[in-house]
């Protein structure tokens, strides 16, 4: 799976899935037991495609590169690669990129009877609390973070 | 029944998508040099930025309004196309694409079902997985459809952009709306001659008689005049537009591996790029989809379709299919049972506007070779001269796959491929 960049904003960076080289990796469904090898015959093996594991709807799923440390306690970190499905309905506590006032962010989202919050994961951020003043859009929900080593 | 749905302001909400604040400022984007204004916001609309503006002549009005300028960006633009497509197509086994923003999709048996909320969720599917706002026009025809169109965009807030003509009232009252020089397939001639002659608007010129409108337009004007009546006179990928061309095609039986497609959509390919050296234009997109068959749902189904873009337009064989063949390779996927496949080449503009960077980039070896090859080809017969990745016949196939490798190998030094 290759990226191709297809947005840059001060925040996030987008890009488009590529899928033209799926890779398959071999998924050996036996565990590992040490001590307990089973016998051959018992291998279970499938092809795992990374673009199947993550990406349930490719035609509304993006990606974005973080910047940033505001989610570092959801375990989103600066630099990280998000996997965001646009056609999710936002749902109380999901993790999503919203648009408030003009502007990208990525937080957590606490829907209560008449208000919205946007919670940061770090703790030297205070919550954003959506008033009707704020003009909020969820533009997507983030599926997954992509964090390479 | 069809329905046309068509992208609001595409290149501008595709932008959109991707800069929040952009909502309700005006945005244009400029065509491939930055010279004219290909595309504009509402809003950039209202300001009486036309269509064509030269970039130079309106940049100080750009500055005083705070308009948005861009590039255009294909790479996007033909990515999100694919998105909206590949999401339509989910309702409905037949669907036309257009053009990189619109698409007819036609609904057998659905003249009893509630279109205006099917509309509904065609719209709330497509804007809230693409970010682009999308009007959707039902009706018993293709030209029809355009006009229902028309009116769900030109009135959201009555319409929430879904507009079925469904009742002879509607039909006539949506007939009497639309201008003449509006109507799907009417050119400025015949909308000037018409205009001279008091007809005004659509529903008038459904009252000429027919043989008049047979005389005077031809063949093509009595069947548009069928549509608008009412009567189903044009199928999916039948009319041939001006801003695209297409060649799409059900296979005679399925095909499931990639070299029987990849002759397939080379095969296309030079049909569209021959109709285009004919017509003097090029393009820079060429969209290659590929589905299996949506009648058959006891087999698994697969639809895709990719835009690429051209670094420079072309209307050389060679070129188009290097990217045509990319393209098939990105989307094909083993294990599917193909009936259809199909090349559409979009954002044509005219040879006189391409001469410069037609040196620059594209290779000048092809215009005299294709050339010769059309000229052959008109006098010897079509498809007396073909390129390697064509069938030349059945036993020949295999052998003809070897052979596609030259394509790139002339060119890989110019291509860049943006989905």
Redesign the interface.
Known sequence: MKL?P??Q?PLLE?Y?P???TAIDLPYIDAGLRAGFPSPADDFIELRIDINKEYIK?R??TFFARVKGNSMVNAGIFDGDLLIID??LEPQNNKIAVC?ID???TVKRIKIEQDVVWLIAENENYQPIKVTPENEL?I?GIVTASIKKF | MFALVDCNNFYASCQRVFEPHLLGKPVVILSNNDGCVIARSNEAKALGIPMGAPAFEYKKLFEEQQVFVYSSNYALYGDMSSRVMNLLATFSPEIEVYSIDEAFLKFKGFEHYDLESYGKQIQRTVTKGTGIPISVGFAPTKALAKVANKIAKKFPDRTQSVYVIDTEDKRIKALKWTKIEDVWGIGRRHAKRLQRLNITNAYQFTQLPDAWVRKEMAVVGLRLKRELEGKPSLDLEKISAKKTIATTRSFEKMHSKLPDIAERVATFTAACAEKLRRQNSHCNLIMVFIRTNGFRQDQPQYSRNIVIQTDFPTNSTIELNHHAQIGLKAIFKEGYQYKKAGVVVMGLTPNAHTQLSLFDASNPKHLPLMAVVDKLNRSYGINKVKFASQSLGRQWKMRQEKLSPRYTTSFAEIIQIKL
């Open positions: 191709r297809i947005h904003g987008f488009a590529d899928y033209s709807n035609d509304t646009k056609s648009q003009g502007a990208f859009m533009w």
